[in-house]
Nanobody, 123 residues
């Protein structure tokens, strides 16, 4: 079985930073596409960042230049560094893993999910 556990969420003022972690157990992430999704009340789930097996990354336009996704294969952990946070970034952030070839931003294409961690950005 594969389990993903997020941590690092919390309350931060606009302009501040947070770093999220997603620890994966049960499988190595070396050859997985890993992604961070978020969902705010009244909004659809959004894929904010992806990192593939080779370290290539993709970002949603809404976070490009502010967020950085990275992975540490030795620790079997993926990270999301969030800088210059805005109130619009407030959401539940979830880590997801896809054990298949290819990039995708579609939530339904991901096989494994974390429980989510709340990020709240105040004005």
């Amino acid at each position: 079985q594969v389990q993903l556990v997020e941590s690092g969420g919390g309350l931060v003022q606009a302009g501040g930073s947070l770093s999220l972690s997603c620890a994966v157990s049960g499988r190595t992430i070396s050859n997985y596409n890993m992604a961070w999704f978020r969902q705010a009340p009244g909004k659809e789930r959004e894929c904010v960042a992806i990192i593939n097996w080779g370290g290539d990354t993709l970002y949603a336009d809404s976070v490009k230049g502010r967020f950085t996704i990275s992975r540490d294969n030795a620790k079997n952990t993926v990270y999301l560094q969030m800088n210059s946070l805005r109130p619009e970034d407030t959401a539940v952030y979830r880590c997801a893993a896809r054990a298949s070839w290819g990039f995708t931003t579609l939530a339904r294409d991901y096989n494994y999910w974390g429980q989510g961690t709340q990020v709240t950005v105040s004005s």
